[in-house]
């Protein structure tokens, strides 16, 4: 269970957003005049501008916020936090340079090194994502990943638009006459997320904000987000097919591959696993208001 509205968080995410889309639509030379950070990745001021939105906003709830754009704590002292948030203020940095609208607003919550709940707006569309509590929604309607196998024909396969490598290429071509598309940020979890796409194989570096808050509407949609070995400083602790941690000591994330609702032999689907759910404790009510009418029987008897 949350114990915040999730639905101040979508405020918080969506208010970053107008900052982000006021500076986009100023519409200034972000490649001549974005600075880089040392591992060569962009920065706006829209980033910067949009991170001190977002962490003012939640230090209200007192927890510690892990975000791209703060100084990282020491590991000895993140090692500690039993929850957190994690934020990507403007998670497509370089989708925003490009002018192509896909980049997004990321803020997840993490418990135990698990994705719990989680936001993502895009502000190009000012379409809203956001998962709590095991549900997730778009804009308020209800959203469940595509139920498939993975021997099925056709299935619409995303990639990242500015990271795709000879082994995503050879993921991809594992599956039969696949439908390719290529997006930018968290929109490719998002698409799996809402059933428009069928898997997202992710084989290059990324980091924990970067799929944190979607990892968070994937899971409560149905979907899964797993590990896969490869990325060579992590390899040595990579789990094959369990979910992805975070708040690990390097903040880079596994490679992973991110699956709508699989249909596996003989295994029922996320889905029916939680009818099934529904279906027994409707059973257990359904014996239990017999064996009170049978009491009451018993009684009248008397």
Request: aromatic residues 8%.
């Amino acid at each position: 269970m949350v114990w915040f509205e999730i639905e101040e968080v979508v405020r918080i995410a969506k208010e970053a957003g107008r900052a982000i889309m006021a500076i986009y639509d100023a519409n200034e030379n972000w490649e001549r005049i974005a600075d880089f950070k040392a591992d060569g990745s962009p920065l706006t001021v829209a980033d910067k501008r949009a991170n001190a939105i977002i962490c003012e906003a939640l230090a209200k709830y007192g927890i510690p916020i892990m975000s791209e754009e703060n100084a990282e704590e020491a590991y000895e002292v993140r090692k500690t936090w039993k929850e957190f948030w994690c934020v990507d203020p403007l998670d497509g940095t370089k989708e925003f340079i490009k002018r192509n609208g896909q980049f997004t607003v990321n803020i997840g919550l993490v418990r135990d090194g698990q994705a719990v709940a989680g936001v993502v707006h895009v502000p190009a569309t000012g379409v809203t994502y956001y998962a709590a509590d095991g549900e997730a929604f778009r804009d308020g309607v209800p959203i469940s990943a595509a139920i498939f196998h993975e021997t099925d024909a056709n299935l619409k396969i995303v990639a990242s638009l500015s990271h795709k490598t000879p082994e995503t290429q050879q993921f991809i071509d594992r599956f039969t006459d696949p439908q390719l598309a290529t997006y930018g940020s968290s929109l490719k979890l998002l698409m799996v997320a809402e059933g428009s796409a069928h898997v997202y194989p992710r084989l290059a570096p990324c980091m924990e904000w970067d799929t944190c808050a979607a990892h968070a509407v994937v899971d409560a949609a149905g979907g899964e987000v797993l590990q896969l070995p490869g990325y060579k400083p992590l390899d040595h602790e990579c789990q094959p097919g369990k979910p992805l941690r975070y708040n690990k000591e390097d903040t880079h994330s596994f490679f992973f591959v991110v699956y709508g609702n699989r249909k596996k032999k003989n295994q029922p689907t996320k889905i029916d696993e939680k009818n099934n759910k529904g279906r027994g404790l409707l059973l257990l009510s359904s014996l239990a208001a017999l064996g009170l009418i049978a009491a009451l029987l018993a009684v009248n008897k008397r």
